[in-house]
DNA sequence: TGTTAATAACTGACCAGTCAGTTATGAAGA
DNA sequence: TCTTCATAACTGACTGGTCAGTTATTAACA
């Protein structure tokens, strides 16, 4: 190995910068990014340290234990869209079939492109160790998810566009291609050259079949 | 705490006993009840083997490790059922409808009552840790299951029972619902004081909906 | 100079997998 | 029928490694 890069800084650069701010944000996002690849048990807390730019010790200034900071994941990574998803329900005002096709679209563009899509994988693989977690997330999202479709749900049935549907199993049947497709995307995508999920796909089909089974007007859903 | 039960047997009851073709079922059933309410990571062998009333190093004389332990598993749980599916798909003669009820109402009683359906959470869990696991049950599992469902569409579309869907994403659309039903039943159920899933309702609820998009002659599938 | 963010070495618990030793069991010989 | 005796089933204490969480110490910075 040949001379290394000529290190030509007596400069004090300090050994480590004071960011009491930046920190959390960067330890959430370096902790995404290694539950996401190993699960939760498998996470080291040492390399999400490394990842953060920090040691070890400095993750326990900011979340209690390990636990906690999965949830501040949770949290940064699902809260931001259902908000949206809740806001884009409620401003709303014509018929309901539109809307609902925009939420299920703008969820399957979050499951085909963000990390956000292993959430749901890392709470499912971790609810029995961790009921408490699996609690929060029942309650956290899960609860005001189901809610935002099925007060959807509803107003289509109270206003005659859509046939009066049983709304818990429909609601669950509306929400449960998109998990699906959420968990598929992070544990099975790539095995044995398979071609990737297509997401977009899925979901015009559900889409369309959504059309015929909610509307009054069976038929296709654009003539 | 009174005398105990008189210890009337000076006869030699062996500390063990040589059971060879037993144990294995034996171990496989308890590590099955272990990593259901435990998961693969955090189910611990010592529990397993106390369960199966061996020692931990009896484990080994049978699985070479805790990975193929997880795969007798999987296949003790999973392979009968899906033979059984096979079966039923492939002896069935006349429309095609009826035929996908009745695999629908069969899955759904296996996620409803046995202790398989916590074998796609195990799975869902661990594909990230084990990707030659996930492999193994994408080829013997999903792979097979998927098979059965798109062969019966593609039976029903060639008669001109079915419209003439595309049958990838119909066939995912057709088993998320169980799968998710299947999830949260071993993640979600009895938390806050919630009712349990109706599995029942949902499927039924699911049935008249594939009735409505598949079928040629929309409506009722009962009339 | 005092305060505190940050470090890095450390502890203690946990557990998959190993192996030297123990015992049930059936067969061969008396 | 009653001993040996060989063997394979079985045991359980042990090892080596991992990792969440702790703490004594250092250095940034107001």
Redesign the pocket.
């Known amino acids: 190995m040949p001379d290394r890069a000529p290190r030509t800084e007596p400069e ?1 650069l ?7 701010d ?2 959390p944000q960067e330890i959430v996002a370096a902790a995404m990014d290694v539950f996401a690849e190993r699960g939760f ?7 999400v ?1 490394a990842r953060a ?10 979340f ?4 906690e ?1 999965f949830k501040a994941v949770i949290r940064a990574a699902i809260l931001p869209n259902l908000e949206q998803a809740e806001a884009m329900a409620a401003a709303a005002a014509g018929p309901c079939f539109p809307v609902l096709e925009r939420l299920l679209r703008m969820v399957a563009h979050l499951v085909a492109t963000t990390r956000a899509a292993t959430i749901p994988r890392l709470v499912i693989a971790e609810a029995g160790n961790f009921p408490d977690l699996a609690a929060f997330y029942h309650r956290e999202v899960i609860r005001r998810a189901f809610g935002v479709l099925a007060s959807l749900l509803q107003r289509g049935i109270a206003s005659g566009e859509f046939r009066p549907v049983d709304v818990d199993p429909t609601v669950r049947l509306i929400v449960a291609p998109l998990l699906m497709s959420a968990v598929w995307r992070t544990s099975f995508d790539g095995l044995d050259g398979e071609p990737p999920l297509d997401v977009p796909a899925l979901v015009e089909t559900h889409i369309d079949n959504l059309g015929r089974v909610l509307l009054r007007d069976a038929g296709e859903t654009t003539p």
Chains 1, 2 share one sequence.
């Open positions: 004090a300090p050994r480590w910068r004071r960011r009491k930046a920190r048990a498998a996470a080291r807390l040492e390399e340290a730019g920090v040691s070890k010790g400095t993750l326990y200034l900011y209690p234990s390990k636990d900071l």
